[in-house]
Nanobody, 123 residues
Framework: EVQLVESGGGLVQAGGSLRLSCAAS????????IGWFRQAPGKEREGVSC????????YYADSVKGRFTISSDNAKNTLYLQMNSLKPEDTAVYYC????????????????WGQGTQVTVSS
């Protein structure tokens, strides 16, 4: 059974930083494209970042490039998202997900995701 458990969300002022973590189990970590998407109230899901070790690719949404960094500890089956220079528009629920496919410039959908962690950025 695939399980993805996010942590690390919270309330932060604009310009601040947060690091999200995702503990993954039930699948071979390095064989899957994994990453994060977010959803703000009244808005559609937005893929934030994903990484595919198999294809050597990393994707970032234009809205987070230069501010967010995705990384993983394969030995611990844990995924991270370091978020710096946070803006109020980054406020959303962030979900860790197994992506269907992740390239350097785009991705295609999500196969599994966790319950999410709330990130709120105050102005």
């Amino acid at each position: 059974e695939v399980q993805l458990v996010e942590s690390g969300g919270g309330l932060v002022q604009a310009g601040g930083s947060l690091r999200l973590s995702c503990a993954a189990s039930g699948f071979t970590f390095v064989d899957q494209a994994i990453g994060w998407f977010r959803q703000a109230p009244g808005k559609e899901r937005e893929g934030v970042s994903c990484i595919s070790r198999r294809h050597g690719s990393t994707y970032y949404a234009d809205s987070v490039k230069g501010r967010f960094t995705i990384s993983s500890d394969n030995a611990k089956n844990t995924l991270y998202l370091q978020m710096n220079s946070l803006k109020p528009e980054d406020t959303a629920v962030y979900y860790c997900a197994v992506f269907k496919w992740c390239g350097n410039y785009y991705y295609t959908g999500y196969k599994y995701w966790g319950q999410g962690t709330q990130v709120t950025v105050s102005s």
